[in-house]
Structure formats: C-alpha cells, structure tokens
C-alpha cells in the first residue's frame, strides 16, 4: 500500500521560509517521479514543482519560481519544497503526489498524499 506523508507545514509571516517534507512507503521510491500541488480556498488546485526519480531534472511554476526549490532523497524516500521569500499568496493546503511514469512536467500523478498546511500572514 502506498503511502505519502507530508510534514513541515505551518503558519509563517511574509518573507519567512519553510521546508515541506513528503516521505513514501510502499514503493519503490527511485522508480517515481513526485511533485507538488497546492489548493487554495476558491481557486483551482496548482501543480507547483515535479523532480524525476533521480532528482537530475527539475519543474517550477511561474509562480514559485525563483523563491520554491524541490529536492529528492532517494536514500530516505523523501522528497522536499523548499519555500522562501513566502507571500500571503501562498497559502494553500500542500499535497505531494508520485508518479511512476516519465515526464517532471506532467500534471497527472497517480498517488497522493493528505497534504499541510502552509498559512502565510502578512
């Protein structure tokens, strides 16, 4: 069974950073590529950051670009956002998701976690 966990959400003021963490079980961790995806109320769900499964290639939205980066920890079956310079903007429940198949700037992703929330006060 797959399993997705994320961690490290929180309330920040404007300006500060946070790291998400999302750890997986039940897979084989270096055969997916993850991502992240934020919702915030009202709005369409976001497909903020994607990683292939060995970390060498990366995608970021417009919108974090600059301010988000993604890693990957394959020996720890984690994957991280590291977000700074946070805005009020975004603030949204978190989600990571996992993929087995090829593509960083495929929005479709298979298995999902149960998100964090990330609450950015100005």
């Known amino acids: 069974q797959v399993q997705l966990v994320e961690s490290g959400g929180g309330l920040v003021q404007a300006g500060g950073s946070l790291r998400l963490s999302c750890t997986a079980s039940?897979?084989?961790?270096?055969?997916?590529?993850m991502g992240w995806f934020r919702h915030a109320p009202g709005k369409e769900r976001e497909f903020v950051a994607g990683i292939s499964w060995s970390g060498m290639t990366t995608y970021l939205s417009d919108s974090v670009k600059g301010r988000f980066t993604i890693s990957r920890d394959n020996a720890k079956n984690t994957v991280y956002l590291q977000m700074n310079s946070l805005k009020p903007e975004d603030t949204a429940v978190y989600y990571c998701a996992a993929d087995p198949r090829i593509g960083v700037r495929s929005r479709e992703y298979e298995y999902w976690g149960q998100g964090t929330q990330v609450t950015v006060s100005s």
């Open positions: 039940g897979l084989t961790f270096t055969n997916f590529r």
